[in-house]
């Protein structure tokens, strides 16, 4: 049962081949037998057996959707009502969500079954989910690999079929990147289309929901649930929301696909650019033009997101103070105690690396230095997107630099950790949507392939990526867990 996609498995239960509480304990068996992958931090096993008895009923009334009876999973920073939502964080880790994130609140209309919060990055600030307060996510590929971060529980779940399909949040490449690492395919929409109401803000003006499933067809399928409108966030785009899988079978004769030669130098990994340059031979064989941009600024992107997302996560995180919610220390002397201890205690190293960082670039006297300046670079970063995509249908780059690393290889040395996202960082400073498909395996591991659009313009990425997963079988390899 956990081979089949979405549309398979749908069509199994309306023919009543299985019952959704049979295939919902079928999965939750499976992350059992799985635990040591470390996917999920919570697991909510009755609830889901509970909305698998409702979506039976729903099925056989004849009212139900694609995705009724479906078991799936949330990132743990997406709030889901009387369950704990920790963000990875020990400051969380006593928390439980009062209400429903808004695609939560979605994926429960349409009568999706929930199996559980899966394992993140500590407040989506990470490139391996090495940072969890619940320990690193093991790559189902290898088990000494990360599995990517910041959205790696729900990269391994879906690589593991320890769930059909999942949720994830990217500010920086936490979707995409983790994606690639885990050989699954990855969606990061426009920003704004997917409401970030009740998802734990980390870069408020870089932060996206999307979907995470084996093959572009699914995340199609959990995208179009989970986008729209929402008056209750004020970044969420008044816009409509199109068939996501109306033209997935779309021809690609004629598409234009840019190649920028910023990144496909002599710098990018020998196999890495091998393995893409077959996946680019493949789509001229589909009748794709490809064509050589270029984007100056995209050099600058590092400095300038680490700039933007520390400053805004210092703001952010200003809230988690003992006081409110959340962890607080025992026994604090006074107020000043009681904020210092609580923060020191419970956030991790990555967490008040990054908090230092904003706080400093927001102080008096660097403001302009940094924060403006960053965001004057973020700016030009967006005008040479919009430039080259006045000429081509889509951007194609890598996604990584390398296969996924070994757990603990890179936590030593920041800078290093943060040059996994070089590739995927620009696209969240220019609000862009991107998705990560699988594009082979080198020494064993998979290696994903970026395909960025124009701003909304997620119907034509989810086309180009089914197009190619129809002539190739990358996103239907497993990693050999029984």
């Known amino acids: 049962m956990h081979n089949?996609?979405?549309?398979?498995?749908?069509?199994?239960?309306r023919a009543k081949?299985?019952?959704?509480?049979?295939?919902t304990q079928h999965f939750l068996n499976r992350v059992k037998q799985h635990a040591d992958l470390n996917a999920f931090i919570t697991v909510t096993e009755d609830l889901a057996l509970h909305a698998a008895q409702a979506a039976d009923a729903r099925i056989a009334s004849g009212n139900a959707e694609l995705l009724t009876g479906i078991p799936m999973a949330h990132k743990d920073i997406f709030c889901t009502q009387?369950?704990?939502t920790t963000c990875g964080s020990k400051m969380l880790d006593n928390f439980i969500a009062p209400y429903n994130a808004t695609i939560v609140e979605k994926l429960n209309a349409v009568?999706?079954?929930?199996?559980?919060?899966l394992n993140m990055d500590e407040f989506a600030m990470g490139s391996s989910n090495e940072t969890s307060f619940y320990g690193a996510v093991k790559n189902p590929w290898n088990k000494n690999a990360v599995s990517g971060g910041s959205s790696g529980g729900s990269a391994a779940a879906v690589a593991a079929q320890l769930a059909v399909c999942?949720?994830?949040?990217?500010?920086?490449?936490?979707?995409?990147?983790?994606?690639?690492?885990?050989?699954?395919?990855?969606?990061k929409p426009t920003y704004g289309r997917v409401s970030r109401y009740g998802m734990i803000a980390y870069a408020s003006s870089l932060d996206q929901g999307g979907s995470m499933a084996r093959s572009a067809e699914d995340c199609a399928i959990l995208l179009q649930a989970m986008a729209g409108f929402d008056a209750k966030d004020s970044t969420s785009v008044d816009a409509p929301v199109p068939d996501y899988c109306a033209d997935l079978n779309k021809p690609l004769a004629g598409l234009k696909i840019g190649l920028p030669k910023e990144f496909f130098t002599a710098d990018l990994n020998a196999d890495m650019a091998a393995t893409l340059e077959t996946a680019i031979n493949e789509y001229k064989k589909l009748g794709a033009e490809i064509k050589e941009v270029s984007m100056p600024n995209l050099k600058y992107a590092i400095p300038a997101y680490y700039v933007i997302a520390s400053a805004e996560c210092s703001s952010n995180l200003s809230r988690f103070d003992g006081v409110r919610f959340g962890y607080r220390c025992e026994n604090p002397a006074d107020l000043n105690d009681l904020y210092t201890r609580s923060r020191g205690e419970a956030f991790g190293k990555e967490v008040k690396r990054r908090i230092l960082m904003g706080t400093y670039a927001l102080s008096a006297g660097y403001y302009d230095a940094y924060y403006l300046k960053a965001q004057q670079v973020r700016r030009l970063i967006s005008e040479d997107f919009k430039n080259a995509l006045n000429d081509v249908d889509v951007i194609f780059s890598p996604v990584t630099p390398t296969p996924a690393f070994n757990i603990g290889e890179k936590l030593a040395n920041p800078i290093e950790m943060y040059l996994a996202d070089?590739?995927?960082i620009a696209i969240n400073l220019a609000g862009l949507p991107a998705m990560s498909i699988p594009a082979g395996l080198i020494n064993g591991l998979p290696v994903g392939l970026q395909v960025i659009g124009n701003y909304f313009d997620e119907a034509r990425l989810l086309n180009v990526a089914h197009a190619y997963q129809n002539v190739?079988?990358?996103h239907k390899q497993s990693p050999n867990l029984g």
């Not at 089949?4 to 239960?13: D, G, P, R």
């Not at 081949?17 to 295939?23: D, N, P, R």
């Not at 009568?111 to 919060?117: D, Q």
């Open 4 to 13: 089949k996609t979405i549309s398979e498995l749908a069509q199994s239960l």
């Open 17 to 23: 081949e299985f019952s959704s509480v049979e295939l």
């Open 82 to 84: 009387d369950v704990k």
């Open 111 to 117: 009568g999706a079954v929930n199996l559980g919060k």
């Open 166 to 187: 999942t949720t994830g949040s990217d500010t920086g490449g936490s979707i995409r990147q983790p994606a690639a690492f885990c050989g699954i395919t990855g969606i």
């Open 422 to 424: 070089i590739y995927t």
């Open 472 to 474: 190739t079988d990358w």
